[in-house]
């Protein structure tokens, strides 16, 4: 069965610093990875996929994340974190449809 | 944009009772999904449906619970005696292919 561990349950910064939330997958072949978000009192949003093509998916927001097969990891980062950027993050993989999440983490920003 | 919508948003009901939370999916999608998270958990997968018929359930969906799609529109999730361990956020999503999903507000059930 496929899983994600995503290693951080909360990260903080600050307004204006990079962003980098980690994630790794477990997966017996190439996965389909996403990476969605869920602010306070709101549905799950896509952010961002990766299906093969290019290793570095870009997303919303200024989000961007990068598929490293060595490393079995599909982090997360922004160069630039926004207030609006506080919410939950989730690890996705797609396995045979059905998508197995992350535990998630919480992204604060400081003014 | 199209979007997933589901009704209500909140739900309150007492133990024992029969519950029905509403999705209304992207309308050139094809499939259907049924997923929850209770407080403090991770989000999980309940139920896909395809072509009428559910192509896959976790072993969460048990006998208590049933989807359906009765008309070209909604796509309904019964509970039919609520516990109180079902008490979670449930979400809709929906997709073309097998790809990627949208998702839905979510409904916030609350059983007591």
């Known amino acids: 069965a496929q899983s994600v561990t995503q290693l951080d349950s909360h990260v903080s910064v600050s307004e204006g610093t990079p962003v980098l939330l980690r994630c790794n997958y477990s997966s017996s072949y190439s996965p389909s990875l996403f990476w969605y978000v869920q602010h306070p009192n709101k549905g799950l949003q896509l952010l961002l996929k990766?299906?093969?093509?290019?290793?570095l998916v870009k997303g919303i927001n200024g989000f961007e994340a990068e598929f490293k097969k060595s490393e079995t990891s599909f982090h997360l980062t922004k160069p630039s974190a926004h207030m609006s950027d506080a919410a939950e993050y989730f690890c996705v993989v797609s396995e045979s449809g059905k998508l197995v999440f992350g535990a998630g983490t919480i992204l604060r920003v400081k003014s | 944009e199209p979007e997933v919508t589901q009704t209500p948003s909140h739900q309150v009901t007492q133990m024992g009772q029969e519950v029905i939370l509403r999705c209304v999916p992207i309308?050139?999608?094809?499939?259907f999904y049924w997923y929850r998270q209770i407080l403090g958990q991770k989000v999980e997968f309940l139920v896909s449906?395809?072509?009428?018929?559910?192509?896959?359930k976790s072993e969460i969906f048990d006998d208590q619970f049933s989807v359906e799609r009765p008309d070209g529109s909604n796509f309904t999730l019964k509970i039919r005696s609520t516990k109180l361990e079902d008490s979670a956020m449930y979400f809709c999503a929906s997709s073309f292919g097998q790809e990627t999903q949208y998702f839905g507000p979510g409904t916030r059930l609350l059983v007591l």
């Open positions: 990766y299906t093969s093509a290019a290793t």
């Open positions: 449906f395809y072509n009428n018929e559910i192509s896959e």
């Open positions: 309308s050139n999608h094809l499939y």
